[in-house]
């Protein structure tokens, strides 16, 4: 278990080094005015669930968005990159968030979290660090991805389970549906801003293995600097393997754990395998855990 702790914490260290390195700007790709994009980031990080409700009765009307059902203070992400603004005096809405999105399209996070606990203590004001990404100010504007808020139950939603409405409105107009976009939507492992250092430990099982290439299914993941944890991860990831990626053998026994080199070209398909990746600038494509976009560093195979 020695090891895997040094390497933590080699692997915090590298991060910090990163941070300092990682000053710079990044530019965006500016998506053509008043369209929506075609394919929209998904507006949480993390296990959800959510049906289409749209149009649904509601004591105030017609239900204007879908209900993403997710836990408590999970992170709510930009929808596409945009100007957000913060919105704190409807009491039925709660602590609140307009996305103006690059395209022209509009989206409404509603009932954001104003929480201080871990339960529905109500403690917490429409602020950033509570309802509203830390350290977001209104009227940033914020990249595809970016961390946004918190889902919560502020407002009407008191009391239910948290949960973000989310409402699309084209060109700035009348809501649609957000189903259609949410089913095509692409979700994120981890939400990070665009050109910061970030690293992740991916524990999951092989699916298929050469020496330049890990393929797994995820069941969990942690990310680091933002301390995100996330459980019951159905996913499969394709990672890419670099020649300098430490590749162990990892055996408990007697209550002590033992590490030995080994090779991937061993793995076992469905063997339990735990990867830290390389620390790294996040960019939307390791966000998104496109196919190789992420690199390994540490690579942990039970027998
Ligand atoms: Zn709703």
Redesign the pocket.
């Given at each position: 278990m020695r090891r895997h702790r040094t390497t933590a914490r080699g692997v915090l260290l590298l991060l910090l080094g990163l941070g300092l390195a990682a000053a710079g700007g990044s530019a965006t790709a500016q998506t053509p005015p008043n369209k929506t994009p075609p394919k929209i980031i998904f507006p949480v990080v993390g296990p959800t669930m959510y049906s289409d409700?749209f149009g649904d009765p509601?004591p105030q009307g017609r239900?204007?968005?879908?209900?993403i059902m997710a836990p408590r203070k999970a992170a709510a992400v930009a929808a596409e990159s945009g100007k957000v603004k913060f919105w704190t005096t409807s009491a039925a809405a709660g602590c609140m968030l307009y996305l103006y999105g690059d395209s022209g399209t509009t989206y409404l996070y509603?009932?954001l979290n104003n929480d201080l606990g871990s339960g529905n203590d109500n403690k917490g004001k429409c602020v950033a660090g509570v309802a509203y990404a830390r350290g977001l100010k209104a009227g940033a504007h914020v990249q595809a991805g970016q961390q946004v808020g918190y889902v919560g139950d502020s407002g009407d939603?008191n009391g239910i389970h948290p949960?973000l409405?989310?409402e699309v409105h084209p060109n700035g107009k009348g809501a649609v549906d957000p189903y259609p976009y949410l089913q095509k939507a692409q979700h994120l492992l981890f939400s990070a801003v665009p050109g910061t250092p970030f690293a992740l430990s991916l524990t999951g099982t092989v699916v298929a293995a050469t020496p330049a290439k890990l393929q797994m299914n995820l069941t969990s993941l942690q990310a680091w600097p933002s301390n995100l944890k996330l459980t019951n991860l159905r996913q499969t990831l394709t990672l890419t393997v670099p020649p300098t990626a430490l590749v162990q053998s990892v055996a408990r026994i007697g209550g002590g754990v033992t590490a030995s080199v080994a090779s991937l070209l061993n793995a076992r398909k469905g063997a339990q395998v735990v990867v830290w990746t390389q620390p790294a600038l996040a960019t939307l494509k390791a966000q998104r855990g496109d196919d190789g976009a992420l690199s390994a560093a540490l690579i942990q195979l039970a027998p």
């Open positions: 409700d509601r239900h204007e968005g879908n209900d509603i009932h939603a949960h409405h989310f």
